[in-house]
C-alpha cells in the first residue's frame, strides 16, 4: 500500500518549509522533526538526530521517511560528521528497528560535484558517473548513498537517494538554470519516490526538466516522475545580470559550482 504517515526530518528548513506546504496535498500525513522549533506548528518534533531515543521514538509507525536534516552546506569534518554522517545512521537504524520500509534520502548534487558540466554536444551527467565529492558535506552525502545501500541490501530497506541539484523558489544564479529543481517539481519527485514501486536502493538525480539540463533523469523518470517545469523563463534576466558561465573560472568549470572553490561556512 502507498504511504500515509511520513516522518519529514529538517522540516524547519528551506526545503522541508516547501514540503510542508506541498506534500500534504498528495494526502500523506506529515510528523514533522527539526531540532530548531517550527513556527507554527506545535506537535513537531524538536530533536536532534543525535538523540538516538528520540530518533527511534520519531520513526515509530510511520509508513515512510523523506530525510532532509543535517547541514546543508559545506562545515567542519567534525560537523558534518555529527550531523550528517552519525545522524544518518541513527536515522537508518531506528528505521531497520521500528521496521519502516522505505526512506527518501537528500542527496546532493556535491556528491559528485567535481563532475565537468557539460559542454556543447557533450553526454548528459550519467546517473552512474563516479563519485567526485567537492567538500565535505559532499562526501556525506557519499556516505549516506552508500549506508542506503547496504541497508537494502542486508535489511531489504529501501531508499530512493535524490541527488538534489537547486530546490528553491526561483534559480538565482546562471548555473542553477542547469539544476534547478522548482518545488513543485521536488514534490512530484518525492511523491514518485515514496510510491513507485520495488526501489530497492535507487539513485535519481533532482532536477525539473530544465531546457539547460546538465544531467539525466532517466532513472527519476522511471520511478514515475514527471517533470512539469523548466528554468529558462528566468534565463535571460539571470544572464543580463550575471554573464554566461566562462571558460576559466573554476566555479564554472564543475557541476559543485562555487563548492568547489568557496571557503567552508559555518551557518549554525
Ligand atoms: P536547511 O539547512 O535549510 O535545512 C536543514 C534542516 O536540518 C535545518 O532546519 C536544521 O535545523 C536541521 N538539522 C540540522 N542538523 C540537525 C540535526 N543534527 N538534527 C535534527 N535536525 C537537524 O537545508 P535545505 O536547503 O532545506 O536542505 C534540506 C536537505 O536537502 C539537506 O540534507 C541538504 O543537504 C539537501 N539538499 C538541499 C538542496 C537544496 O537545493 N535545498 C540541494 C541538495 C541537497
Ligand atoms: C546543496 O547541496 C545545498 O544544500 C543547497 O543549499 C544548494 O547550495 C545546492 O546544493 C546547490 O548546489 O545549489
Redesign the pocket.
Known sequence: PAPRTVLL?????????LMRDLLPAYGYELRL????PIEGEPDAIA????DRDAVREAVRGVDAII???????EAPFEKIL???IE?TYHLYEAAREEGVGRIVF?????AVGYTPRPQGDDPLIPIDTPRRPDTF?GLS?CFGEDLAQLYWDRHGLETVSV??????PEPTSVRMLSVW?SPSDGARLFHAALTAEHVGHTVVH?SSANTRLWWDLTSARALGYEPQDDSEPYAEKLIAEQGELQDGNEAHAYLGGQFVTDPPIW??
Open positions: 526530518t529538517g522540516a524547519a528548513g528551506g526545503l522541508g518549509s522533526l527539526d531540532l530548531r530533536a536532534d538526530l543525535a530525510h532532509l536534516a543535517g547541514i546543508s552546506l555529527k550531523a550528517n545522524g537528500a542527496s546532493s548534487n556535491h558535506y552525502k541527488r538534489i541539484g537547486s530546490c528553491f529543481m533532482g551557518p549554525y
